[in-house]
């Protein structure tokens, strides 16, 4: 079940368009060339979550690529149009709870999302069709994977992989465009690809001068629980955005959520020996939330029970923030 709205001039509300059938010109510069933006967010019981920091960075990566989109109420009608209908649509076959595949529901009051009906509502905007100068913009709302909520329980094997460039790249050649979430994620999804021949669920990248980076679909997050004396503390750290890494808006979220219960806070350099020494790792997004790290290249992370311990503590924290 996927529902397609396209923000049309015509349609101050967005028009809705069949999913089963052809919708995008062959000529549009998204399809031939990977050219336009992307945003994917959580809907939870047909609330999307963290809408505004979304729309934010939509609008920094439309900045960044010279590309004119749609102003940010016209994108809000649009969402609206489409989660309604996604809600209206027939329910789908129950699928494993917190899928998305069971429908849409009334709250059943937990302060956990995945808990929760979900839904997957993505942002999309291309150059539009070659030469004629007119932006093609779209919401899509879809069911969330099961997959990530079987990470999100389970935890992930990862590997690391050098995404081959240093660390300073960013600033010295800002016409790759590192920092907007670009459609072109063919080098993502290979690297994905790779992990799973290899027998690993993930991806965290990094530079060529060996710091670390974002995963593929994700930012990185790490935590201790004492400082180098041994006394008890609590801090999460995650890489710097100077390295040209995408701002993880449910990273944000979480810092801001953990600083108020007093965490301490830290923005890299960090290096795979920072995340070998970690009490605990995750791969955090807005869609699959907060997975834990068990192994990377086959080293463990932490403990089970601290990794478990620190998933449920932060977790909980990430349920509160909107």
């Known amino acids: 079940m996927t529902v397609l709205v396209f923000l049309d001039p015509a349609h101050p509300a967005g028009r809705l368009a069949d999913a089963g059938s052809p919708t995008i010109l062959a000529t549009d510069q998204g399809v031939t060339r990977g050219d336009g933006i992307f945003e994917s967010l959580l809907a939870v019981n047909g609330v999307p979550r963290k809408i505004q920091a979304h729309l934010d960075r939509l609008s920094v990566s439309a900045r960044t690529m010279g590309l004119a989109i749609p102003a940010a109420e016209v994108w809000h009608a649009?969402?609206?149009?489409?989660?309604?209908?996604y809600a209206a649509a027939p329910p789908r076959d129950s699928g494993p709870a917190g899928s998305g595949f069971a429908g849409t529901s009334a709250s059943t009051g937990s302060t956990d999302p995945a808990a929760d009906s979900q839904a997957v509502v993505k942002l999309i905007a291309t150059r539009g069709p070659e030469g004629a100068n007119t932006p093609t913009a779209w919401?899509?709302?879809?069911?969330?994977?099961?997959?990530?909520?079987?990470?999100?329980?389970?935890?992930?094997?990862?590997?690391?992989?050098?995404?081959?460039?240093?660390?300073?790249?960013?600033?010295?050649?800002?016409?790759?465009?590192?920092?907007?979430?670009?459609?072109?994620?063919?080098?993502?999804?290979?690297?994905?690809?790779?992990?799973?021949?290899?027998?690993?669920?993930?991806?965290?990248f990094t530079s060529g001068d060996e710091l670390v980076l974002e995963g593929p679909t994700s930012s990185v997050l790490l935590a201790h629980i004492s400082d180098d004396s041994g006394a008890?503390?609590?801090?999460?750290?995650?890489?710097?955005?100077?390295?040209?890494?995408?701002?993880?808006?449910?990273?944000?979220?979480?810092?801001?959520?953990?600083?108020?219960?007093?965490?301490?806070?830290?923005?890299?350099?960090?290096?795979?020996?920072?995340?070998?020494?970690?009490?605990?790792?995750?791969?955090?997004?807005?869609?699959?939330?907060?997975?834990?790290?068990?192994?990377?290249?086959?080293?463990?992370?932490?403990?089970?029970?601290?990794?478990?311990?620190?998933t449920s503590e932060l977790a909980a924290l990430l349920a509160q923030t909107q």
């Open 232 to 310: 008890p503390v609590k801090r999460l750290i995650t890489p710097h955005l100077d390295t040209g890494i995408l701002p993880g808006t449910t990273q944000g979220a979480l810092f801001a959520a953990a600083k108020a219960a007093g965490w301490e806070l830290g923005y890299g350099p960090v290096t795979p020996d920072d995340l070998l020494d970690a009490d605990a790792v995750w791969l955090i997004s807005s869609l699959r939330l907060l997975a834990p790290v068990n192994t990377i290249d086959g080293q463990e992370i932490g403990t089970a029970e601290i990794r478990a311990e620190l």
């Open 139 to 204: 919401v899509q709302v879809s069911p969330v994977s099961p997959a990530l909520a079987k990470q999100r329980a389970s935890g992930l094997a990862v590997m690391l992989l050098e995404r081959g460039y240093d660390s300073d790249l960013a600033a010295r050649a800002p016409w790759l465009l590192m920092g907007a979430k670009t459609l072109s994620y063919a080098v993502n999804m290979a690297a994905l690809r790779h992990a799973h021949e290899h027998g690993a669920d993930d991806v965290i």
């Open 78 to 85: 649009a969402i609206t149009t489409a989660l309604t209908a």
